[in-house]
C-alpha cells in the first residue's frame, strides 16, 4: 500500500497568512494526488486534483504543486472559512490511501 | 444539483450486522463508479471499497480490513448504492460516507461528491 505523509499536522495561522501542507508518498505517483478540506461536523470537499488542477467553485487562493513522492498544497491569503482539517490522498493504486490530515486552526 | 443521502446507521452489536443505503440524484447514477469512505471518531478518513458501473461489469475493489466481510452492491434502476457490513467489530465505528466518482478513467477517480454521512456503532 502506499503511505501518505503530511506535515505539519497541525498549524496555527492568522487571517492573511501565506499557508503551506506538506505532503509526501512511500512511492512515486506521479501526479495522481488530491487535496480535500473537512470542516468539523462536515463531510470532506475535493478541493485540487490532479496534483495543482483546481475543483470547479474552489477560490483561487488555493494551489497546488508536486509530483512523484513530494506534493505541496498552498493558501495564498488565509480567509475564516479556511480554518479546517486537510487530507492528501493518492489514486494511483489500490488501495486508495490518505493522508493522516493536517489541522489549520487559528493563531 | 448532485445530492447523496445515506441512511441505516445506528447501534449494532460485535458480531452483527447492518445494510448501509445512499440514495444519489442530480447525476446519472448508472455511469459512476461510487465509493464509501469511513472516519472513526476523531481520526481521519479510510477509504473502505469501490464498485464500478455497468460498463465495467460491477466490479469492486475493498480495503484490506473489510474485505470478506463487507459488500458493497448498486441498483441503478433505484439510483442507489450499498453497503452491506457483516461480522461487525468495535473498530468499524464510524461516520459512513457514500461518494461520488468524479470519472472512471484511471488515474483520474478523484472523489468529487460526499453525502454527509451516517454514523455505525459498533458496542455491546
Known amino acids: 500500500d502506499i503511505q501518505l505523509s503530511q506535515s505539519p499536522p497541525f498549524l496555527s495561522a492568522s487571517v492573511g497568512d501565506r499557508v503551506t501542507i506538506t505532503c509526501r508518498a512511500s512511492q512515486g505517483i506521479s501526479s495522481y494526488l488530491a487535496w480535500y478540506q473537512q470542516k468539523p461536523g462536515k463531510a470532506p470537499e475535493l478541493l485540487i486534483y490532479?496534483?495543482?488542477t483546481l475543483q470547479s467553485g474552489v477560490p483561487s487562493r488555493f494551489s497546488g504543486s508536486g509530483s512523484g513522492t513530494e506534493f505541496t498544497l498552498t493558501i495564498s491569503s488565509l480567509q475564516p472559512e479556511d480554518f479546517a482539517t486537510y487530507y492528501c490522498q493518492q489514486v494511483f493504486s489500490y488501495p486508495r490511501t490518505f493522508g493522516p490530515g493536517t489541522k489549520v486552526d487559528i493563531k | 444539483e448532485v445530492q447523496l443521502v445515506e441512511s441505516g446507521g445506528g447501534l449494532v452489536q460485535p458480531g452483527g450486522s447492518l445494510r448501509l443505503s445512499c440514495a444519489a440524484s442530480g447525476f446519472t447514477f448508472s455511469d459512476r463508479y461510487m465509493d464509501w469512505v469511513r472516519q472513526a471518531p476523531g481520526k481521519g478518513l479510510e477509504w473502505v471499497g469501490r464498485t464500478r458501473n455497468k460498463a465495467n461489469s460491477y466490479t469492486t475493489e475493498y480495503a484490506a480490513s473489510v474485505k470478506g466481510r463487507f459488500t458493497i452492491s448498486r441498483d441503478d434502476s433505484k439510483n442507489s448504492l450499498y453497503l452491506q457490513m457483516n461480522s461487525l467489530k468495535t473498530e468499524d465505528t464510524a461516520v459512513y460516507y457514500c461518494?461520488?466518482?468524479?470519472?472512471?478513467?484511471?488515474?483520474?477517480?478523484?472523489?468529487?461528491?460526499w453525502g454527509q454521512g451516517t454514523l455505525v456503532t459498533v458496542s455491546s
Open positions: 461518494v461520488r466518482i468524479r470519472s472512471s478513467s484511471w488515474g483520474e477517480d478523484y472523489f468529487d461528491y
Open positions: 490532479a496534483a495543482s
